[in-house]
């Protein structure tokens, strides 16, 4: 366990469920569980993990970039490179128009979306349990994928693209002609295609983070049940097949929202 006050399955769960937070007003260190977050509230442990391993990505892929050969490459450069080629075939795919942004973006995207749900595999009690007893930390989430606030950041960044370049592809009389007069070509109907297309545009980040959120946050959820309901000695029946299972998922959850992304991105550039 993490600390020595929790004693019961509830009070177990409560704990991992909340956030380190940092209130902006006082900057006081808060525990509270993710249904209370504010606006002047920022959950400190998700936005520290996410640009450790942020940096963590920038760092391997740099190292590895001034170390590339032409020879027989190592496991690292063969890895990268198989990384690489599998985004840039998706995008070569499915997306139709012209960006130097669009394949870059797309990695981004995918390692770092991987690397923080690869966190859910960590043993549930070690970086919460190093938290309290070496910074006396009252409280640590670490999977970043499992708040909703990441998640959300993540899908408005993309939905900001989106905007950007439906604008600057199709210009912005085109944009607008496109939200009033899609699905239904008539000036009657523009009342209707106007609630129909804004409903459109807006569920896609909507989809994307919840959907990432929904996934993380469940299986976080097992690995916390496993941990708190069974012996310590008797817990790997369960833990290890959830876990090889996981890998599954948070491969898959990574892919799809870089997918998602292209092929939102990719609609931009289509003129109906």
């Known amino acids: 366990m993490a600390t020595r006050e929790i004693l019961t ?41 996410s640009i450790f391993l942020g940096g963590i990505f920038l760092l391997i892929f740099n190292i590895s970039a001034k170390k590339i050969t032409t020879n027989v490459p190592n496991k690292m450069q063969t890895a990268i490179e198989l990384i690489v080629n599998f985004v840039d075939s998706n995008v070569r795919e499915m997306y139709y128009g012209t960006s130097k942004i669009i394949a870059p973006l797309a990695l981004t995207i995918f390692v770092w979306v991987f690397l923080m749900n690869f966190m859910d595999l960590l043993p549930i009690d070690l970086l919460p349990f190093t938290g309290k007893y070496l910074l006396d930390l009252p409280a640590l989430r670490v999977v970043p994928s499992a708040d909703v606030n990441i998640t959300v950041s993540m899908a408005l960044g993309v939905f900001s693209l989106i905007l950007f370049y439906s604008i600057k592809i199709k210009g912005l009389n085109v944009f607008i002609k496109e939200l009033i007069l899609q699905p239904f070509h008539h000036p009657l109907f523009i009342p209707i295609n106007l609630i129909l297309e804004i409903v459109s545009l807006f569920s896609k980040p909507i989809s994307l983070a919840l959907r990432l959120f929904g996934n993380m946050y469940a299986g976080e959820l097992i690995f916390i049940l496993i941990a708190c309901l069974l012996p310590w000695w008797s817990q790997w029946m369960l833990s290890v097949p959830w876990a090889i299972f996981h890998i599954v998922i948070i491969s898959l959850q990574a892919f799809i929202f870089m997918i998602l992304t292209i092929i939102y991105l990719s609609m931009t550039s289509e003129v109906h």
Do not use: A, G, V
Not at 20 to 39: A, C, G, W, Y
């Open 9 to 49: 399955p509830q009070l177990y769960i409560n704990h991992h469920l909340k956030h380190l937070q940092l209130d902006l007003r006082t900057f006081e260190l808060l525990i509270s569980p993710i249904s209370s977050s504010k606006f002047w509230i920022l959950n400190l442990d998700s936005m520290c993990f």
